[in-house]
T-cell receptor, first 113, second 114 residues
């Protein structure tokens, strides 16, 4: 099955700087990689996703890149703001796991003013 | 937020008692999932359903059972709760077509087993 590792576990950035979170996956057949943001006491919210037929996807200040050869994908947040403070989870889905996602352990991002 | 509710939102129970958590959706989505969230472990899949009366195990299914008698409801039962089942439980749903992997989460249930 799929195994997803996420780094770093905590990330502190100054407001306005960029944040990068990296995930690696084990199953070369994986074809879908979503990112979720979870604020304290709230549900995980899907913020961006990427499928294996593209290498990069952007949505305003967030972007995700995928390197299939190296089996890793990354979340990039530019011009960070205090409201970006949250736990971010990456996930991967194998084509043989039928819609089931394997989540990384999460990254606590703290944006300091 | 997608039309997903969970009940109860908080529960404290004693070791050895049965507990049932309910997930209700108004989106008519085919797939439903139960996850547990613990510090350092992210979200781990307990059970999932791919249709009415069609369910299967996830990676941490021991001690849990599920049922789905209607499209809109997915129940998670702890037959005899243990302290290791203290956790936050999230239900998720996804559509049945090519967008099947986009999962949307409910608000969660915080369960404490004393």
């Amino acid at each position: 099955g799929e195994n997803v590792e996420q780094h770093p576990s905590t990330l502190s950035v100054q407001e306005g700087d960029s944040a990068v979170i990296k995930c690696t996956y084990s199953d070369s057949a994986s074809n879908y990689f979503p990112w979720y943001k979870q604020e304290l006491g709230k549900r995980p919210q899907l913020i961006i996703d990427i499928r294996s037929n593209v290498g990069e996807k952007k949505d305003q200040r967030i972007a995700v890149t995928l390197n299939k050869t190296a089996k890793h994908f990354s979340l990039h947040i530019t011009e960070t703001q205090p409201e970006d403070s949250a736990v971010y989870f990456c996930a991967g889905r194998s084509t043989d796991s039928w819609g089931k996602l394997q989540f990384g352990a999460g990254t606590q991002v703290v944006v300091t003013p | 937020d997608a039309g997903i509710t969970q009940s109860p939102r908080h529960k404290v129970t004693e070791t050895g008692t049965p507990v049932t958590l309910r997930c209700h959706q108004t989106e008519n989505h085919r797939y439903m999932y139960w996850y547990r969230q613990d510090p350092g472990h992210g979200l781990r899949l307990i059970h999932y359903s791919y249709g009415v009366k069609d369910t299967d195990k996830g990676e941490v299914s021991d001690g849990y059972s599920v049922s789905r008698s209607k499209t809109e409801d997915f129940l998670l039962t702890l037959e005899s709760a243990t302290s290791s089942q203290t956790s936050v439980y999230f239900c998720a749903i996804s559509e049945s077509d090519g967008r099947a992997s986009e999962q949307y989460f409910g608000p969660g249930t915080r369960l404490t087993v004393t």
